[in-house]
């Protein structure tokens, strides 16, 4: 148990296809974060929010719309996707901006 | 920008063996050095952590030096066992005008039994 759940754990989807990824930490942190790991490359950070605040957008295509509702819950709403924006996706959490990042497992997305 | 640069990205060695993994950084601001451990199907997990007021950190098996002048880090592990064998994740962060965490690219680690 790793303190943040994502879920669902994989998802397939079509290019015109709109799902959302959900991730929950129970650790109390402050910050929560999305990653994007791809084969053979650095994670990508995708989006910080910082007491429920977004804090960084480095980027990220529109297709691609974070939510924070609560510091506990974070969700990547997802929608007319292409190929290329299948990854392992992953929510991070840490007790601020300077302390360690502790990941869920991830959503293997697959975009076909 | 912060750039990091880990070598090597595949490293097998033979079990009770040590394993070292070396990292490269750019940025003289960054202050934070995190190495992260992922197993298959899982997401990273923080093994061990260095800040730049110190020069080497020891845990158990696995100790972590940080060479400040040359701007680099390494991650040794002793003793290699079957179960570390995942991809390892080094990562620097700097705190200005915002905090930024850089990860390397990652070594995939075998350790042969």
């Known amino acids: 148990e790793t303190g943040v759940t994502q879920t669902p754990r994989h998802l397939v989807m079509g290019m015109t296809n709109k799902k959302s990824l959900k991730c929950e930490q129970h650790?109390?942190?402050?910050?929560m974060y999305w990653y994007k790991q791809s084969a053979k490359k650095p994670l990508e950070l995708m989006f910080v929010?910082?007491?429920?605040?977004?804090?960084e957008n480095n980027s990220v295509p529109s297709r691609f719309s974070p939510e924070c509702p609560n510091s506990s819950h974070l969700f990547l709403h997802l929608h007319t996707l292409q190929p290329e924006d299948s990854a392992l996706y992953l929510c991070?959490?840490?007790?601020?901006?300077?302390?360690?990042?502790?990941f869920g497992n991830g959503t293997r997305l697959t975009v076909t | 920008g912060e750039n990091v640069e880990q070598h090597p990205s595949t490293l097998s060695v033979q079990e009770g063996d040590s394993a070292v993994i070396k990292c490269t950084y750019s940025?003289?601001?960054?202050?934070?050095f995190p190495w992260y451990k992922q197993e298959l199907g899982k997401g990273p997990q923080l093994i061990i952590d260095?800040?730049?007021?110190?020069g080497e950190k020891k845990d158990q098996r696995i100790a972590v030096t940080l060479n400040k002048t040359a701007k680099h880090f390494s991650l040794h592990i002793t003793e290699t066992q079957p179960e570390d064998s995942a991809v390892y994740f080094c990562?620097?962060?700097?705190?200005?005008?915002?905090?930024?965490?850089?990860f390397g690219a990652g070594t995939r680690l075998f350790v042969k039994a």
């Open positions: 991070a959490s840490s007790q601020d901006r300077e302390g360690p990042l502790h």
């Open positions: 650790l109390g942190h402050n910050a």
């Open positions: 929010y910082n007491f429920k605040e977004q804090t």
């Open positions: 940025d003289s601001a960054s202050n934070y």
């Open positions: 260095i800040r730049s007021n110190v």
């Open positions: 990562a620097a962060t700097q705190n200005t005008g915002g905090f930024k965490t850089i």
